[in-house]
């Protein structure tokens, strides 16, 4: 680069941008959803259908896993997070004007990491909604887990 | 080219103090920080709600994550989330341009989107601290 020009954007970290952008919007909907569940819970009845329990006691959390709609709200949830997360992460450490190569390596380390997590939530948010709605659908089965 | 030197009269408090740090300037390190404890807390957070594929919930029954200490943790991530919301949610605004106020030839006495930005941002406080009351509520154990 010459003396005078100036680092040209790459295209695709305007999108990059903007889908940080819309995610934070999308997770303050969702995760707005979650907050109310589990600590408003007592003061909005909502998804709590034990309210003499905590919002997060077992039977609730399990009453919760048993719901299709929450299953997918908590997997695109996690998904919205970690991308949001951890390119809010990137962005922070790119400010540390790296060199490309260290650049390249960090954004593949974050985006290994974002996939592994995602994975993983997926699984078991999966692997709880099974596992819950046998048990609900079963009463009398006794609910070993896994 | 003559320089000129001015001495930090500010001493220690330039840190907190001096230069350019408004309170949008405090916003944007709060805002930072929150975010950086959200993320630490999720990539714990994913892993311990896991468990409960095994049947165990360390957040329940007097069980690891069921002590004093957590619970306040708990609450200041609560509290992170509501300012980096509320905070967020005013960056997009301003990002989109829609609460910068209008365009204007400058012309003194110059105007300042500050005008704009800062109702919001107060407002967005307002909010986050009702949030926090609500929130609280829950925590001290007035409500389940």
């Known amino acids: 680069m010459r003396e005078g020009e100036m680092k040209q954007v790459e295209g695709g970290e305007t999108a990059y941008w903007t889908w940080h952008m819309a995610a934070g919007v999308a997770i303050f909907a969702l995760l707005g959803l979650h907050m109310t569940t589990m600590h408003l819970g007592g003061l909005t009845g909502l998804f709590v259908a034990y309210p003499t329990e905590q919002a997060v006691s077992p039977a609730n959390s399990h009453t919760r896993d048993a719901s299709l709609f929450l299953t997918v709200v908590y997997i695109l949830l996690l998904g919205l997070a970690l991308y949001h997360g951890l390119y809010g992460l990137r962005t922070m450490l790119f400010e540390l004007t790296l060199k490309p190569a260290t650049e390249q390596a960090v954004t593949t380390a974050l985006v290994v990491v974002g996939l592994l997590l995602l994975g993983f939530g997926t699984w078991a948010a999966v692997a709880a909604h099974q596992g819950a709605a046998y048990h609900i659908a079963s009463p009398e089965a006794v609910y070993v887990g896994g | ?144």
Do not use: C
């Open chain 2, 1 to 144: 080219m003559n320089e000129k030197h001015y001495p930090n009269s500010l001493g220690i408090w330039g840190w907190l103090g001096g230069g350019r740090w408004g309170l949008e300037r405090y916003a944007y390190v709060l805002h930072r920080l929150t975010g950086l404890g959200l993320v630490v807390y999720l990539l714990m957070h994913v892993f311990v709600t896991a468990l409960r594929v095994k049947g165990i919930y360390l957040w329940t029954d007097g069980r690891f994550f069921d002590r004093p200490a957590f619970r306040v943790g708990e609450f200041l991530v609560f509290a992170a989330f509501a300012y980096h919301a509320l905070n967020g949610l005013r960056l997009v605004l301003v990002e989109l341009g829609l609460a910068v106020g209008r365009p204007l030839e400058p012309v003194y006495p110059y105007k300042s989107s500050i005008g704009v930005q800062r109702p919001l941002f107060i407002a967005m406080m307002a909010l986050a601290a009702l949030l926090l009351l609500a929130g609280g509520a829950e925590f001290l154990g007035l409500v389940k």
